[in-house]
């Protein structure tokens, strides 16, 4: 009976330190999960990390259209994943793209202030839960002018995003760059197919057509994602 509980107790620890980590992602649109991927063609670049991470680590995606940071916290959809955080979890947090709605009351916060008390929370609380925080900075829009320039949108959130990574000493990872990177790569006609432009006809989710900068089509979300994880690797993060 004892070696019965000895080997009880052995397995226990061994299952439980084999146990999988879980990567939760918040954020807005340009990470979030988008239904019918049978059809539709749009993605967020989060709902192309289980096909490249391979089951190394378990994924919950929370990042939600229109969301900005406040929003997030305000529908008490931040405590819903801190109560799900456990000890070695990991939590990437990306925002910004909402957070610049001035018109929106209900979303909009200050760069240099709320926002950035915002990123705090959401790294300090995670953690407090003994996970990892990972900031992000926001995918760059295909915005280029009349001369083949890539004009940033963002202003100052990715900068304050830096901050707080740099402050608090939290990987960062700058997916504005890489993305403005991508973006310019792909040259001002290349870059379209990393996006929705759809002429009227040519997609049948879309039958009217679409011309979205902002959004990713499987080829641009699978590309960021990749992207993220090639730079978790060259900072030597690891699930």
């Known amino acids: 009976m004892k070696y019965l509980i000895v080997c009880f107790f052995a397995f226990s620890v061994l299952g439980h330190s084999q146990e ?34 391979d089951g ?24 819903k994943v801190l109560d799900a955080i456990k000890p ?17 009351s209900t979303r909009y916060t200050n760069p240099y202030t709320q926002y950035r008390y915002n990123l705090e929370r959401f790294v300090n609380e995670t953690r407090h839960k003994g996970a990892f925080p990972i ?4 995918i760059s829009r295909r915005n280029f002018n009349e ?14 995003t830096r901050m707080v990574a740099k402050d608090l000493k939290v990987p960062f990872i700058d997916l504005q760059l890489l993305t403005e990177q991508m973006e310019i790569s792909h040259g001002v006609e290349g870059s379209k197919k990393l996006h929705l432009h759809f002429a009227p006809g040519e997609n049948a989710h879309r039958p009217d057509g679409i011309e979205d900068n902002t959004h990713l089509s499987v080829t641009g979300a699978t590309l960021v994602a990749q992207m993220a994880l090639d730079e978790m690797e060259r900072q030597h993060i690891k699930f």
Do not use: C
């Open 147 to 160: 001369n083949g320039v890539l004009i940033d949108t963002h202003g100052a959130y990715p900068l304050v």
């Open 56 to 79: 190394a680590v378990h994924i919950q995606n929370h990042a939600v259209n229109g969301r900005s940071s406040r929003s997030f916290i305000s529908e008490g959809r931040w405590q």
């Open 135 to 138: 900031l992000l900075s926001s």
């Open 20 to 53: 999988k980590s879980t990567l939760f992602l918040i954020g807005d649109s340009t990470m979030a999960d988008k239904p019918d991927p049978e059809h539709n063609p749009e993605r967020g670049w989060g709902q192309m990390l289980p096909h490249l991470l």
């Open 88 to 104: 070695k979890d990991y939590v990437f947090i990306q925002f910004g793209h909402n957070d610049q709605k001035h018109q929106d």
